[in-house]
């Protein structure tokens, strides 16, 4: 039987500002992440490849940008993004239960939106950017909808399970470099960094070996999607004031990931401690680097709640923030202009510029490039344009109006009765577990 606490909840249409908010920062990040370890990627450095390269005697500059990105960087923007995707397939849920879909239909639904997504991913893939991470997303949300009917507990402890095996596997690999050498056997980072390709059918071939291990990236992202889906359901958004013990433990762990993980990282790729170490911290940072996602989007749901209560009265969101909140809304046509830009710009075989840059000039190059985005996604706003990525998207999912309609049953569900109807999912109500929706009753 369906249940339904908070049966007079009023839904709140009110658009929460700290997701786009975040996609537009974590575009930053993905960028300057990207530059060098794919677009600029080179196998001639010295030391420090994963982030840009150095010789043998790095400058101060170059140093302090290592930490840096080893700190704040590295794995940080493409966990938030994970996490963003499960808020978002959390959220997009919550709509089609309001707008009276069952849970077999929502699972359709959703699977078909991912399969686009997907779709999306594997043209950029093969055609344009073997780092591309739309294809992983895409097979994530087609799993994802397999588990919307779960309780809160049990797709925690799938998260949970999934990051803890993940986590050992690499402390194991680390462990075996830092205590045995640089003669020890090692963990190949080829499968996160990718090398630049001479001309456009090397680069292709190497987008078909990516793609036939794209397992890998997926069960990478999978748990902080996981995670991402639960607060998306929860709707964490609505009220972040009463979530907010749980928000400011995330920010705890990510403060320790950074201090104990991103700050060793930086520190053996500039010689600080040695450089056999470099490899083992960059395992480490793959591993412990996922669970400063959610503590990164909890700071900035934290720090935007002031600014949230006023657009909830009706505010406008303030001038300063209006650029971030727009790249935000369009973030997929901020991440797949990214490639538009650097594509052409950077490749080997077409205009190949930017490859032997210091490390200081390869950041300048991406933070351009993301601010290039910014400014297009801006001007859509203030246009009232929505990204052409995201419009073709959604009506690709949807259909022409790009909005999920009101959902009739089908003779044969009207035929089996409501009760046989699976709505929800399931929670412990007066200490029974039972199928149950944060959502005012649904009509039919």
């Given at each position: ?9 009023r ?17 930053l ?14 196998q ?6 994963f982030?840009?390269?150095t010789?043998?005697?790095p ?5 302090v940008l290592?930490v840096?990105?080893a700190?704040f ?6 966990s ?7 808020v ?5 849920l919550?709509?089609l239960w309001?707008?009276?879909f ?5 699972k ?7 399969f686009f997504?997907f779709?999306f ?8 950017f073997?780092?591309?991470i739309l ?33 050992v ?11 045995d050498?640089p ?6 980072m ?10 456009y ?24 999607i ?13 009220d ?24 060793p990282?930086g ?6 401690l040695?450089?056999?170490?470099e490899?083992a ?12 996602g959610?503590?990164i ?9 002031p600014i ?57 190059f991406a933070t351009a ?6 400014l297009?996604?801006w ?11 995201e419009k ?6 949807y ?6 309609q009101?959902?009739?049953l ?8 409501p009760?046989?109807?699976?709505v ?11 199928l149950?929706?944060p959502y005012?009753?649904v009509?039919?």
């Open positions: 039987m369906v249940t339904r606490p908070q049966q007079g909840a839904v709140n249409k009110v658009r929460y500002v700290a997701p786009d908010v975040a996609r537009g920062l974590a575009l990040g993905i960028v300057i992440a990207n530059v060098p370890t794919n677009w600029l990627a080179t001639d450095a010295a030391h420090s490849g982030f840009g390269g010789g043998p005697d400058s101060m500059l170059d140093k290592i840096f990105q700190m960087v590295h794995v940080r923007g493409l938030m993004f994970s996490v963003l995707l499960g978002g397939i959390g959220m997009i919550g709509s309001r707008r009276g069952t849970n077999r239909a929502a359709m639904m959703i699977a078909k939106r991912y997504l779709c991913g594997l043209v950029h893939l093969l055609f344009f073997p780092g591309d294809t992983a997303y895409g097979i994530c949300g087609i799993i994802m909808a397999l588990f919307i009917g779960f309780s809160d507990r049990t797709l925690r402890i799938i998260a949970g399970v999934l990051l803890g095996a993940w986590c596997w690499c402390v194991l690999g680390a462990m075996m470099i830092i205590f050498g003669g020890a056997p090692t963990i190949s080829d499968m996160f960094y990718s090398q630049a390709s001479a001309t059918m090397d680069q292709m071939l190497r987008s078909l070996g990516i793609l036939k291990e794209m397992v890998v990236p997926t069960i990478f992202i999978f748990p902080m996981l995670i991402g889906f639960v607060w998306g359901r929860e709707r964490v958004m609505e972040v004031d009463r979530y907010a013990k749980r928000l400011w433990a995330w920010v705890v762990v990510t403060v320790l990931v950074i201090v104990f993980v991103g700050i990282f520190l053996s790729s500039v010689g600080v040695p450089y056999e170490w490899s911290f960059g395992i480490l940072n793959q591993a412990f680097g996922r669970l400063t959610p503590g989007l909890a700071a900035v749901m934290l720090a935007m709640r949230q209560r006023r657009i909830a009265q009706g505010e406008a969101i303030p001038g300063w923030l209006s650029a971030f909140n727009a790249l935000g809304k369009r973030s997929m046509t901020g991440y797949l202009g990214q490639t538009i830009i650097l594509f052409p710009l950077t490749a080997i075989f077409l205009l190949g510029i930017g490859h032997g840059w210091p490390i200081a000039a390869q950041m300048v490039v993301w601010l290039v985005t910014l297009v996604a001007v859509m706003e203030r246009r009232g344009m929505p990204g052409p990525f073709l998207h959604r009506t690709l999912s259909g022409k109006n790009g909005l999920p009101h959902y009739e089908t003779p044969k569900e009207r035929e089996r009765g009760e046989k109807i699976k929800g999912y399931k929670q412990k109500i007066n200490g029974t577990w039972q149950a929706l005012p009753k009509s039919r």
